[in-house]
């Protein structure tokens, strides 16, 4: 059955004991923004969920074998990615709980998931679509850049399909969060919980990872930083992340996210 589903420009990675990954050897790759949005989404086990831009699938699978969500839909603008996190899924043993859609951000609504949701989460691209340097692969391109969809269109499509109450998850880059929040408020996403990363204690946050709430009331609680990496060892490039830390890569667990310095 695997050799079935993997083409010849793809390859097939173990990403833990329980999934399995094809990825596009051109296409942009799962890090480690993927696994913590993943444990930052708390559980909900009957929840309706979208995954907005969900490239390979990597974050929906994450979720749905850890039974942390319901059902998923997983909107992806590339079709060819679409169709990969269906085959994802059809190999995980998850397309009852994972529904692939093809669809845009931009225009996607809540009859293409049936219904209203209780949970939207994603990974948005993050660089403008004039900034940085073009990657030869538009696969790439795609996924960092903000050329079919800004995070302004993300957020108003994350409110256009949760139902009053719920919750929108995101990572993105520090150095846009003014963007970030903006477009939270603008479209009634009001931001409640807020965690900054760093690869060390002497580095500026690499990423930041937000929960807001569709209608809600102002109130934010900012946690205590995640710290990725021993300082003593930051410039080693086979640094090992701290046990903490690896105990989330290994749960998904929005808990042991807590217990890791929330």
Same mark, same amino acid.
């Given at each position: 059955?695997?050799?079935?589903?993997?083409? =010849?420009?793809?390859?097939?990675?173990? @990403?833990?004991?329980? &999934?399995?990954?094809?990825? +596009? *050897?051109? $296409?942009?790759? /799962?890090?480690?923004?993927?696994?913590?949005?993943?444990?930052?989404?708390?559980?909900?086990?009957?929840?309706?969920?979208? =995954?907005?831009?969900?490239?390979?699938? @990597?974050?929906?699978? &994450?979720?749905?074998?850890? +039974? *942390?969500? $319901?059902?998923? /839909?997983?909107?992806?603008?590339?079709?060819?990615?679409?169709?990969?996190?269906?085959?994802?899924?059809?190999?995980?043993?998850?397309?009852?709980?994972?529904?692939?859609?093809?669809?845009?951000?931009?225009?996607?609504?809540?009859?293409?998931?049936?219904?209203?949701?209780?949970?939207?989460?994603?990974?948005?691209?993050?660089?403008?679509?004039?900034?940085?340097?073009?990657?030869?692969?538009?696969?790439?391109?795609?996924?960092?850049?903000?050329?079919?969809?800004?995070?302004?269109?993300?957020?108003?499509?994350?409110?256009?399909?949760?139902?009053?109450?719920?919750?929108?998850?995101?990572?993105?880059?520090?150095?846009?969060?003014?963007?970030?929040?903006?477009?939270?408020?603008?479209?009634?996403?009001?931001?409640?919980?807020?965690?900054?990363?760093?690869?060390?204690?002497?580095?500026?946050?690499?990423?930041?990872?937000?929960?807001?709430?569709?209608?809600?009331?102002?109130?934010?609680?900012?946690?205590?930083?995640?710290?990725?990496?021993?300082?003593?060892?930051?410039?080693?490039?086979?640094?090992?992340?701290?046990?903490?830390?690896?105990?989330?890569?290994?749960?998904?667990?929005?808990?042991?996210?807590?217990?890791?310095?929330?």
């Amino acid at each position: 059955m695997t050799d079935n589903i993997i083409y =010849e420009n793809e390859r097939l990675d173990y @990403i833990n004991e329980d &999934l399995r990954l094809i990825q +596009k *050897k051109n $296409g942009l790759t /799962y890090g480690t923004d993927a696994y913590l949005l993943a444990a930052y989404i708390r559980v909900a086990k009957n929840a309706k969920a979208a =995954e907005l831009g969900s490239g390979t699938g @990597i974050i929906s699978l &994450l979720l749905a074998a850890r +039974k *942390k969500l $319901g059902k998923i /839909y997983a909107c992806e603008i590339q079709k060819e990615f679409a169709e990969l996190c269906e085959r994802n899924a059809e190999l995980n043993s998850l397309s009852d709980k994972i529904v692939s859609l093809c669809a845009d951000v931009r225009s996607i609504k809540s009859s293409d998931t049936d219904g209203e949701l209780d949970v939207v989460f994603s990974n948005p691209p993050y660089m403008r679509a004039d900034s940085g340097k073009r990657n030869q692969y538009d696969e790439k391109f795609i996924a960092r850049h903000e050329v079919c969809g800004n995070i302004e269109d993300f957020c108003a499509s994350a409110s256009r399909l949760l139902k009053y109450g719920g919750l929108f998850y995101c990572v993105y880059r520090p150095d846009r969060f003014s963007d970030l929040f903006t477009a939270l408020k603008k479209h009634k996403l009001e931001p409640k919980f807020m965690t900054f990363v760093h690869a060390d204690a002497l580095s500026s946050p690499s990423m930041v990872l937000i929960e807001a709430k569709k209608g809600a009331a102002t109130g934010l609680k900012i946690s205590a930083p995640l710290i990725l990496h021993n300082s003593e060892t930051a410039k080693d490039s086979s640094r090992e992340l701290l046990t903490a830390v690896k105990r989330i890569y290994e749960t998904c667990s929005f808990e042991d996210f807590r217990k890791a310095g929330l």
